[in-house]
């Protein structure tokens, strides 16, 4: 019983009898402290909390009542028990506290041997319900830690898996990381678009932008020769080419079944498998059309296309940032979702800002350069 005995005790009685009764019962094993009125108990506990408060309810100029109901509207000590104290017996009276969220009451006149127990009895409680607060939020500690910890495993896990797909395919060094960015940017133009709000929120962005950089993760089962060939490919490459949104979701699905429900891994998952789909449903490799093309997906068809576009590749220069933007806008209803495009249209110079950033050659940063807005 040390932690009770170090407690403190406020008494809130306008009689001089009361209190010492009181005193006498609690001095000896708690902290007692005095108030003589209502505005006194207020001041008192702003100064010093107490561990529990007596509260006679009849005293002038405020009454119990309204000190409880001041005590409880405050946070810093909405949790201090208070116990009434009173010669008042009527049901309505108790229930009024009780309403209040008074704990308890000691009738007048006392009984020593209650008032001890009773004073204890809610000490114990409240110190019980201390201490477990005090678990609970070192367990939420904890629990933050633990699930910052796994979030830097598993972004540590993405680039490294995105950085086995940019060894692969070293043309595309900084595509992984634009792609990232112009997704998260799109997808948060559109959180608020009657179509998407019930999918898009500040989590699932977030697990998109963790995702984007392994939407090619399938071309690590592309052959060399056609993977890196300098030119164009022909049309049976193309086909093989085609299988690694297939490659990609075999490949995710496989750690999706060590760790079921996980929302990252079905958005990475959706996103590798079905990122050529066309809303026309001339893509690959399902042929999906429309809805029935998963939104991660769709944000990405576009993402990638517009970065293809700016990006110089062997086979060609790259486009200017305006005529990626034409070219996105006329696929609208054949290519992509025309929502999106809309949305795009809309943060269009944030695509160039980050294409900027992460540009790899100093032709795609002219490019991206002309007719900037002065």
């Not at 086909?239 to 979701?249: D, I, N, V, W």
């Not at 070219?327 to 290519?335: A, E, H, L, R």
Request: charged share 30%.
């Amino acid at each position: 019983m040390e932690e009770l005995s170090s407690c403190s005790v406020l008494i809130v009685d306008d009689t001089e009898a009361n209190v010492d009764i009181l005193i006498h019962a609690l001095g000896d094993t708690y902290d007692v402290s005095v108030a003589m009125n209502g505005h006194e108990a207020l001041e008192a506990v702003s100064e010093n909390r107490p561990d529990i408060i007596l509260l006679d309810i009849i005293m002038p100029e405020m009454d119990g009542y309204e000190v409880c109901r001041k005590l409880k509207s405050d946070p810093s000590t909405a949790d201090v028990p208070v116990v009434f104290l009173t010669a008042l017996t009527e049901i309505e009276n108790k229930a009024k506290g009780f309403e209040l969220g008074a704990v308890d009451y000691i009738t007048k006149p006392f009984e020593i041997s209650e008032i001890k127990m009773r004073v204890k009895t809610h000490l114990f409680v409240a110190l019980s319900a201390r201490r477990l607060k005090r678990q609970n939020e070192i367990l939420e500690i904890k629990v933050q830690e633990r699930t910052r910890e796994l979030s830097r495993v598993q972004e540590a896990t993405i680039e490294s898996l995105a950085a086995l797909a940019e060894y692969r395919d070293p043309e595309t060094g900084g595509h992984i990381k634009r792609t990232q960015h112009y997704m998260k940017v799109l997808a948060t133009a559109l959180k608020m678009h009657p179509n998407f709000r019930d999918v898009l929120d500040e989590t699932t962005i977030h697990y998109f932008f963790l995702s984007a950089p392994l939407h090619d993760i399938g071309k690590v089962g592309i052959r060399d020769r056609i993977l890196l060939k300098p030119d164009r490919l022909t049309s049976d490459e193309m086909t093989e080419m085609k299988k690694h949104p297939l490659l990609g979701r075999n490949t995710i699905s496989v750690a999706e079944q060590k760790l079921p429900g996980n929302s990252f891994l079905r958005y990475a998952r959706e996103i590798a498998h079905c990122h050529h789909e066309r809303w026309d449903g001339k893509g690959y490799p399902r042929g999906l059309s429309g809805t029935d093309i998963p939104v991660s997906a769709r944000l990405m068809s576009l993402v990638d296309v517009y970065d293809a576009l700016i990006s110089r590749r062997v086979y060609k220069t790259p486009f200017t940032h305006g005529d990626a933007v034409q070219i996105i806008q006329k696929g609208s209803g054949t290519m992509f979702d025309p929502d999106i495009v809309d949305a795009f249209s809309e943060v269009q110079e944030e695509f160039r800002a980050i294409a900027l950033k992460f540009a790899d050659f100093d032709d795609e940063r002219a490019a991206l350069s002309i007719s900037l807005p002065l």
